[in-house]
């Protein structure tokens, strides 16, 4: 009797033990099903909310992208936020699965992707400009052509509203430096920027905007002489030109100076008229004003025929203009640069476009059960 029912205590334990794993097993697949539904519910909605928030970036300018290679949508945080929340609401709405993509709480953050911003703007051009993703055949090249550009209605532009809403209102430019080192063995060419983030943005610049030697095909702008603005900055084409000979004449002027110097035959006619005028020690200092003003006179007569498409040094007009813009200070010519898109855009599709309105990108911020998110996307 003892023995029976010690056997059966026996087997009554291996029960219970055996409950108490199967419960244990249970208990753990319990869980092993909960954290996988977790995971699946948080891998949807990241999954539909990444393809909502790339929905947005779909939405951009395609006229901007067409036009300049810029990619940027019109919109600040709400509507970016409507948006997400619209496209959430509709993948809810068609899906038969089991979890819900909408989260209790959504913010969205364009702070620091503004196109304006110089950093957005110079990495978007210059990505362009590397993919040559921009229109960069050009009419081809003649005198007959020059002089067709050069007869131009010059354009200005004195609408106060419409200079108020440009990217580079109220930034003070800073003035061409003119200051030039001594000239390397390449001559001037090795002024010319060949190399890095300038050389780059210097190609987009000739790849998209016009200038006195050289007009796009099927480029519609508001000035004629775009990268004459990229340099001086005036509200008008004559200005914007008048400033350039200025600038031209400027840089020839010490190598025609010191080319009067190398001519035996013109340096010494230049002492002569100098020894007439002064005679004696002062000889040599008004040989030096005689020759400077020879030297300004050629100068001139140099900007003409590089304004009117002859070579100058063997470097043309546009070579000359490459000068400049490697001189020029990076954040007036990106300003300068949005200025004209702005200019443009307004003139040929929307009359009330503004660069500050659109974005290259955002943050959002989403609360689902208590779990917080964060997505950054971008172009």
Known sequence: MGRYFRKN??????????????????????????SAREKAGLSYRRTVTDIACRSVLSEYDFRLKDEYGIFAFRGGNKYVEDKIAYYLEYADDKSDIMFSALPEKLE??????????????????????????LRL??????????ADIAKLEKAELDSAA???GLPSYGFTGKALDLDFPDLTEDGLKGLIVQAGDTFMTNKYAFSVFNCRTKHLENHYSYFNFEIEY??????????????IKDYLVILRTPI???????DSERSALALAEAEAIAPGPGAIAMQLVIITEWAVEDSKKDANKLMNGEKVDGLAYE????????????????????DLVQINMRKNYYNGFLLSEHSCGFYLFTEHHGKELTYVHTY
């Open 319 to 338: 070579d000359y203009l490459a000068i400049f813009l490697s001189l020029q200070d990076r954040e007036t010519k990106l300003l300068r640069m949005m």
């Open 256 to 262: 025609n100076i010191a080319k009067i110097y190398a």
């Open 162 to 164: 419409v200079i108020c």
């Open 230 to 243: 990229l340099i001086c900055g005036y509200f008008s084409d004559a200005e914007n030109l008048d400033k």
């Open 137 to 146: 055949d050009k009419v081809g090249f003649n005198a007959e052509m020059i």
């Open 9 to 34: 205590n026996k087997k009554g334990s291996s029960m219970i033990f055996l409950s108490m794993i199967l419960a244990g097993l249970i208990g753990l697949a319990v869980l092993l099903a909960v």
């Open 108 to 133: 969205c953050d364009v702070k620091g992707f503004e196109i304006t911003d110089t950093d957005n703007f110079e990495k978007q051009i210059i990505a362009a400009a590397k993919h040559d993703a």
